[in-house]
């Protein structure tokens, strides 16, 4: 079958979505269908075609508009037996959003800023930006129009959004949760290590604001008044001088490490005791799934996808907002008992031995052909 995966950077070092199409790409031409991956940029992959899609970089509202105009041209040249789209197309027989509903999105970013100052000036420049109009107008093209022909949520509180944004009932959805390398990241030393010592938690996004780190140092101020029994690792790209006066004025500087971004992040979590994404919005965090694939019992919140797969008081905790410091604290603090941390770990593995990228990508796989010869 001739399938079309359209991403506007085909990398997986790019990020979460990009990742997911490079492996279910690679999974697709396993399986012996022609894949051809429409992008404006992208790597190299055997047995898969890609399709280059020009790209108008100025003003920043054309990236993703002149991206769909183009794939809608390369369509026509193309033709494909069925399209993945990922709310950047016009053309979409199967939509999957990595992203969720747009407004809620944009609600849950703004919340992030703890400054009021600052998150009233980032409320009036998303609401008026043209960018973000386009970006909304662009995802919900697809189901507005009646193009698409099954819409894939990749947690069921994305597609509870959805549902109830676009008004649709239960059978528009197919809901296929994210898949792990399970290989990669699996439990190392560190979670069978004997009583005592300082408890590693990790910390791993992109973004440290919207992925909840204030509210996490907040915690960890907290927690350092009674006990020294921990270490927080920062792991990922974002801006750590932005936290240094939170650290000074918190007196926990000894206990925080910012260490960078990683090509072997699996080695990170496997020496990590606890996984630590008090996140204010994921559809479906992959740090989660991973984290909890290393054996490593996690704490989120309700706004992230994943938070379906923490059972709390057995694999992990879910708080009901990131901006609950005193809540996180103490879930940081039961975490640090060593033998409950252990078992809850050994349960965090166990759940997510099921959700691996190979049943993802079968899953995918079964929607994409059943839309295609439909």
Known sequence: MRIGLAIQNFDPKKGGAER?????????????????????????????????????????????????????????????????GFGNTLEADVYQSHGGVQHVWMERE?????????????????????????????????????????????SDMIKGHMAAHYGLG?????????????????????????????????FSAGNFRLKGLYPLLLALGEL???????????????????YAGL?????????????GETAHPEEVYASSHILAHPTFYDACSLTTMEGMAAGLPT???????????????KDGYVLDEPGDTAALASALRDLLDDTRRKE????????????????????????LVEVGNG
């Open 299 to 313: 704490i989120t919140t309700r706004w992230n996808g994943a938070s379906a797969l923490v059972t709390p008081g």
């Open 20 to 84: 997911y199409t490079f492996d279910l790409s690679t999974h697709l031409a396993r399986r012996g269908h022609d894949v051809f991956v429409f992008c404006a940029n992208g790597v190299s992959v055997p047995g898969v075609t890609l399709v280059k899609c020009a790209v108008q970089s100025f003003p920043r509202w054309m990236r993703s508009l002149s991206f769909a105009l183009n794939h809608r041209k390369q369509l026509k040249l193309h033709p494909m037996d069925v399209v993945l």
């Open 170 to 202: 239960d059978e528009a959805f197919s809901v296929v949760y994210n898949g792990v390398d399970t290989e990669r990241f699996k439990p190392g030393k560190a979670a069978a290590d004997s009583a005592g010592g300082i408890k590693k938690i990790l």
């Open 247 to 259: 650290i000074e004025r918190l007196h926990i500087a000894n206990f925080v490490t910012f260490q």
């Open 224 to 242: 350092s008044k009674e006990r020294k029994d921990f270490h927080l690792t920062v792991l990922g790209r974002g801006r750590k001088d932005r």
């Open 110 to 154: 703004i919340a992030s800023y703890q400054d009021p100052r600052e998150r009233r000036l980032k409320a009036l420049l998303l609401k008026h930006s043209i960018n973000q109009r386009v970006q909304e107008w662009l995802q919900e093209y697809a189901i507005r129009k009646g193009k698409c022909k099954r819409i894939v949520a990749i």
């Open 344 to 367: 809850m770990g050994r349960n965090a593995r166990l759940k997510l031995e099921a959700y691996t990228i190979e049943r993802n990508a079968a899953e995918m796989e079964k929607i």
